[in-house]
């Protein structure tokens, strides 16, 4: 039963879903989504992705209209009905569908939401390494939203893939700014380096964990802009995102990045990480 969507309230097959041509999500890309993990059947970090949805909402000027404990439970609701145990939830809210016209219409939203299965992330250190390609930022100011205006982002990865890489840097006035999907760490000297959440940053869920545990770790971290040389030659690399945890970087525009394996500090966090996931999600449930 994993091929189920939530609706506007009614759950039904993926196949049977039906949304209108002039869905303003579909002409305008007027609307914000949310990408959420599913460890054993539980959402990791839900209040704080919903906490995102209101002030990605907020920022296209739209009042979320679904209340938020009620879509907690829905969604919940939802997974059990779903089955799926390791996986993710996608979720889109847009300003909802009526006659194409730039001005906001009075319309009911359309909120949807489903679930994909994902393999479980291999243990921290264990995976291969991220190849990073440098593409220039061309994107709006207002990256903190997660809009569903992905195609700059679209066009960056593809490039990366094309050059063989795995992932797209931006790169923006010579600062790193971050992923096509995932946020930018590096490490120098023992210390940790993200560059800010703004205008050209999302504000990671990952990001924010990570940060939290450096905190609890005792790792010093610094917010402020990287430049791409200064990345490039950083004693540690890695991306955050909620789909790939964190990922060590092997190689940045088709050069090794030091030290070519999993560093102990990117290593260090991981296993925190993973072990933060396993008390919020494994726990029995409230
Ligand atoms: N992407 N930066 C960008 C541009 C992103 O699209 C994402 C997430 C992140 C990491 O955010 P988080 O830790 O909250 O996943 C940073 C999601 C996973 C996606 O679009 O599929």
């Known amino acids: 039963m994993t091929d189920l969507i939530w609706l506007n309230g009614e759950i039904k097959p993926l196949s049977d879903a039906r949304l209108g041509v002039e869905d303003r999500g579909f002409q305008f890309a007027d609307g914000v989504y949310e990408v959420i993990r599913i460890y054993n059947g539980r959402l990791f970090a839900l209040p704080e992705h919903l906490d995102r949805l209101e002030r990605s909402c907020g920022g296209i000027m739209m009042k979320m209209l679904i209340d ?18 390791e996986g993710m939830i996608y979720l889109q809210i847009t ?25 479980p992330t291999a243990p921290a250190g264990g995976q291969s390494g991220v190849k990073l390609y440098s593409v220039p930022d061309e994107r ?29 840097v931006f790169v923006d006035d010579g600062v790193a700014t971050e992923c096509s999907s995932s946020n930018l760490f590096v490490v120098r000297q023992g210390a940790l380096l993200t560059t800010p959440v703004g205008a050209k940053v999302l504000p990671g869920i990952t990001r924010l964990v ?77």
């Open 68 to 85: 938020r404990q009620r879509l907690a439970r829905e969604i919940e609701q939802f997974i059990a009905k779903t089955g799926v145990k």
């Open 95 to 119: 300003r909802g569908d009526s006659p194409r016209n730039h001005a906001f219409p009075q319309c009911p939203q359309t909120t949807l939401f489903y679930a994909r299965p994902l393999p």
């Open 140 to 168: 709006w100011k207002r990256c903190w939203i997660k809009s569903v205006a992905l195609l700059p982002n679209v066009l960056a990865k593809n490039t990366a893939l094309a050059a063989g890489a795995d992932e797209a």
């Open 210 to 286: 990570v940060l939290a545990l450096a905190k609890e770790l005792g790792i010093p971290a610094t917010e402020r802009p990287i430049s791409e040389a200064e990345a490039i030659s950083a004693d540690e690399l890695f991306i955050t995102s909620t789909t790939r945890e964190i990922g060590w970087v092997a190689s940045w525009n088709g050069k090794p990045v030091s030290p070519g394996r999993c560093g102990a500090i990117t290593l260090k966090l991981h296993k925190a990480l993973q072990e933060r996931i396993r008390r919020e999600t494994q726990s029995p449930q409230r």
